[in-house]
């Protein structure tokens, strides 16, 4: 509780690991805190094809992080398992209060991510964990070779969709728009593949079943046509995946940085917000990509642009 670290990294995903190895390298002392597993979202992520140095065969989520929060480990940061409850900005001394402890140090880095948003159907709550879900990775053995379902249409949608194509006996993709906005090489993929299907210019209004997901109503956002979908009789369920975009984990910040209208946290190019001393790397800042590359590269640029403050 006394101790005072150079800087205080909330956040063990990409952004938090890269900003954890740049800122030991640099000598400075380091504490990460993490409420749950390090990786955040990018952990329950099948298949990474896109990241510079990753084994050129692809690898899962999990497999990279590992390796990540090794070598965050080497360079010497204590690791802290807590969930932050508030904050307090004031002064040279920043405080994080958790529910084991308060934390202090000179900087912090933000780097809490975002979640899944939800897709916004009526029944939704109901039936999350009993035929809804928001992670392929997690949960598609669930769906052994019954009929699956994906709202959404970008990146996250159609590689999970690929995805489920290897448990499921047929994946059909609800997406408003009357084209992906996935890469091409995805997209490429998925229209290739003969266990996928897809219902245009729709979204999903209502989900309904006797205590487990049976069936949903689908309504064209063109015409206001209202589809039902059922399940087989012979299967008894049905399964519907959301990726309809992500929710910063930003509330804790309310009132005290500056953020966007959607709750993305707003900094310069130093990853500085608009409190000295405190930054934002990743998912949570207001930025135009998201991927993993770039979260890294946010956590590296904070970290050195505080070592230099600090040195």
Not at 12 to 25: D, E, F, T
Not at 289 to 304: E, F, L, S, Y
Request: glycine residues 12%; negative net charge; aromatic residues 8%.
């Amino acid at each position: 509780m006394n101790m005072i670290y150079d800087v205080m990294i909330l956040g063990a995903g990409p952004a938090g690991l890269s900003a954890a190895l740049y800122a030991g390298r640099s000598g400075l002392s380091v504490l990460l805190i993490e409420k749950g597993a390090d990786g955040g979202q990018i952990a329950v992520t099948d298949e990474i094809e896109n990241y510079p140095g990753q084994m050129p065969e692809g690898e899962s989520g999990a497999s990279l992080i590992k390796r990540m929060s090794a070598q965050a480990e080497r360079f010497g940061s204590v690791r802290v398992r807590d969930q932050i409850q508030s904050v307090d900005f004031n002064g040279e001394v920043k405080k994080l209060q958790g529910e084991k402890e308060i934390y202090q140090g000179r900087y912090v880095i933000i780097a809490a991510g975002a979640h899944a948003r939800p897709i916004g159907c009526e029944g939704e709550d109901k039936y999350r964990g009993s035929g809804i879900s928001y992670c392929a990775t997690c949960d598609a053995n669930f769906f052994r070779d019954l009929e699956v379902y994906v709202a959404g249409g970008g990146d996250a949608a159609v590689e999970e969709a690929i995805y489920l194509t290897r448990f499921a006996r047929k994946v059909t993709i609800i997406h408003r728009r009357d084209e992906l906005r996935a890469v091409k090489a995805i997209q490429e993929r998925a229209f290739s593949n003969p266990k996928i299907d897809f219902l245009w210019n729709s979204v999903v209004e209502e989900v309904h079943g006797a205590g487990i997901l049976q069936g949903l109503t689908v309504r064209n956002v063109k015409t206001g046509e209202k589809k039902q979908i059922e399940a087989d009789p012979k299967d008894g369920m049905i399964g519907l995946f959301g990726f309809v975009g992500n929710i910063p984990n930003s509330a804790l910040f309310q009132g005290i940085l500056d953020m966007d209208e959607n709750g993305y946290i707003r900094a310069d190019e130093e990853m500085q917000t608009s409190v000295t001393g405190v930054y934002v790397a990743g998912d949570i800042r207001v930025k135009s990509v998201r991927q993993v590359v770039t979260a890294a590269a946010d956590g590296a640029i904070a970290a050195v642009h505080i070592s230099g403050k600090c040195n």
